[in-house]
């Protein structure tokens, strides 16, 4: 079993930059962020392939957040600028054997989720 561990969060002006790190127990293939808002669901964030080549975003997202990761240290990041209030959320680590995907049971491994709070 992979333990997950997130590290990064807090509390952030609208337009400001926070990055998120997820250390890794052991080895994953795919990895990705997924956050949950107070009363919405659980929604995909950002995923990775393990040699980082593949890496896919929710639409919402895209342009302002930047996954990556880093093998050697079995950790992956998730650089995100131009933060809106509206991606306040606890933020989940995910990890699998397989590789990367936008579906939240495609993963196996889940770390315990860090707070994302952007004031506005």
């Known amino acids: 079993q992979v333990q997950l561990v997130e590290s990064g969060g807090g509390l952030v002006q609208a337009g400001g930059s926070l990055r998120l790190s997820c250390a890794a127990s052991?080895?994953?293939?795919?990895m990705g962020w997924f956050r949950q808002a107070p009363g919405k669901e659980r929604e995909f964030v950002a995923t990775?392939?393990?040699?980082?080549?593949?890496?896919y975003y929710a639409d919402s997202v895209k342009g302002r957040f930047t996954i990556s990761r880093d093998n050697a240290k079995n950790t992956v990041y998730l650089q995100m600028n131009s933060l809106k209030p509206e991606d306040t959320a606890v933020y989940y680590c995910?990890?699998?054997?397989?590789?990367?995907?936008?579906?939240?049971?495609?993963?196996?491994?889940w770390g315990q989720g860090t707070q994302v709070t952007v004031s506005s």
């Open positions: 995910a990890g699998n054997r397989a590789g990367p995907s936008v579906d939240a049971a495609s993963f196996d491994y």
């Open positions: 990775i392939s393990r040699g980082g080549v593949s890496t």
């Open positions: 052991g080895r994953t293939y795919g």
